[in-house]
Nanobody, 123 residues
Framework: QVQLVESGGGLVQPGGSLRLSCAASGSIFRINRMGWYRQSPGKQRDLVAA???????NYADSVKGRFTISRDNAKNTVTLQMNSLKPEDTAVYYC?????????????????WGQGTQVTCSS
């Protein structure tokens, strides 16, 4: 069983920083793309940042220059460093990963999601 567990959300004042972490565990053979998405009430879930296994990154325009995504392939973790936070960054943040895993003698590739962590930026 593969699962993603997030940590690091919370309440921060505008201009502050938060660091989100996500750890993947289970019968993992390989983790391909990893990313962070966010969803505000009444809105769709949107990509914030993503990173490939080789380290290539892409960001939503709204977070470029403020957020940094990184990963540790040895530890199966992905991190989102969020600086200069704004009230409009308030959302539930979800970790996402495309994982190849073993089940018996076979391998499967599937997209997994974390449970979400609340980030609130407010004075």
């Amino acid at each position: 069983q593969v699962q993603l567990v997030e940590s690091g959300g919370g309440l921060v004042q505008p201009g502050g920083s938060l660091r989100l972490s996500c750890a993947a565990s289970g019968s993992i053979f390989r983790i391909n793309r990893m990313g962070w998405y966010r969803q505000s009430p009444g809105k769709q879930r949107d990509l914030v940042a993503a990173i490939t296994s080789g380290g290539s990154t892409n960001y939503a325009d709204s977070v470029k220059g403020r957020f940094t995504i990184s990963r540790d392939n040895a530890k199966n973790t992905v991190t989102l460093q969020m600086n200069s936070l704004k009230p409009e960054d308030t959302a539930v943040y979800y970790c996402n990963a495309d994982i190849t895993y073993a089940r018996g003698p076979y391998y499967y590739t599937k997209t997994f999601w974390g449970q979400g962590t609340q980030v609130t930026c407010s004075s």
